[in-house]
């Protein structure tokens, strides 16, 4: 391994599919920090509903960029750019094999490729969207996004108002789809990137997913979201797992019915994300039982070739 090469091994995949038990054992063998690329775990008030590592995880290897902010100062990914570059710079000069994982795929992007250049646009438009939401629900918005711009309308996280009226605005304002936007040349990197994708079967995604839910619950799910309750406004709690539960305390939803809703959601976003995922053809993918020794193996044949 040529160890004089800045080198960021970057861990995707679906949630719930076991990223943060690869990067614990990644960062050990490489004595590596790791950048947490999640971004609903930056908040310290969310714990139980954003999966954030146990406390014996997080104290088996250096974490960055957990709990280490309130919902109420908002975070984001360009700003989150900015820090992690920061902060790998500085990692870098300890170490020059770092680890990267999350599955919010926007924000590894910034990381990897760098933000996409968008145009200024009329700050009208994003208050008449905010009130279209408001009066109609999100649903109108997402027609519109499918047929301003089907390609972003296939990758975004459909039930997300902000990014669905962030790229609305850029449709609307520019004249131009928002996704003709993406993908430009950016600045280079100063670090190699080696992403390791994990996957497995849908049925057995989809059946981790909804353990893990229940997992969730039975520890205390109910009360954090009761808590932050009052706080639904935020954009840190437009969230699945929280939307879900403030409806069952309004009323519009059952216990059961929103348990099923958060396990429904969060399946969602599973295939949202790897569909996101997968577009990047450089991604090293492995089925999540794969041997660990398989994935270093990996990692040193492309380090090696680098």
Not at 53 to 58: D, G
Not at 238 to 260: D, I, N, P
Request: aromatic fraction near 10%; charge should be neutral; glycine fraction near 4%.
């Amino acid at each position: 391994m040529n160890t004089n090469k800045n080198t960021l091994i970057t861990i995707v995949g679906p949630t719930a599919i076991g990223k943060t038990a690869l990067s614990i054992k990644l960062a050990n063998y490489f004595n590596a920090s790791i950048i947490s690329c999640d971004s609903r775990q930056f908040y310290k008030e969310m714990t139980i509903g954003t999966a954030v590592p146990e406390i014996e995880e997080l104290a088996a290897a250096k974490h960055y960029f957990i709990q280490d902010r309130s919902i109420f100062n908002d975070y984001n990914v360009g700003e989150f750019e900015r820090d992690t570059l920061k902060k790998l710079d500085s990692l870098f000069k300890e170490n020059p094999v770092q680890v990267m994982v999350g599955g919010s795929g926007l924000y590894v992007d910034a990381v990897l490729k760098g933000l996409d250049y968008f145009p200024e646009v009329d700050s009208k438009i994003r208050e008449n969207l905010t009130k279209q939401l408001e009066e109609q629900g999100i649903e109108p918005l997402q027609k519109q996004l499918k047929e301003l711009d089907p390609e972003t309308y296939n990758i975004i996280a459909l039930d997300n108002p902000h990014r669905i009226m962030r790229a609305l605005e850029i449709c609307i304002g520019s004249g131009t789809p928002y996704s003709t936007f993406k993908n430009k040349p950016k600045k280079a990197r100063n670090f190699t990137n080696i992403i390791i994708g994990l996957n497995a079967d849908r049925p057995i995604i989809y059946d981790r997913i909804n353990l893990r839910v229940d997992i969730m619950i039975e520890n205390g799910l109910l009360e954090e979201a009761q808590k932050l309750h009052q706080y639904k406004a935020l954009n840190a709690l437009q969230t699945v797992g929280y939307r879900e539960l403030f409806s069952y305390f309004e009323g519009e939803f059952t216990k059961e019915f929103a348990v099923s809703e958060i396990k429904k959601n969060t399946r969602r976003f599973a295939k949202r994300q790897l569909t996101w995922f997968k577009r990047n053809k450089d991604t090293l993918w492995f089925d999540y039982q794969t041997d660990i020794k398989e994935i270093i193996a990996a990692i040193y044949d492309k380090i090696n070739a680098i």
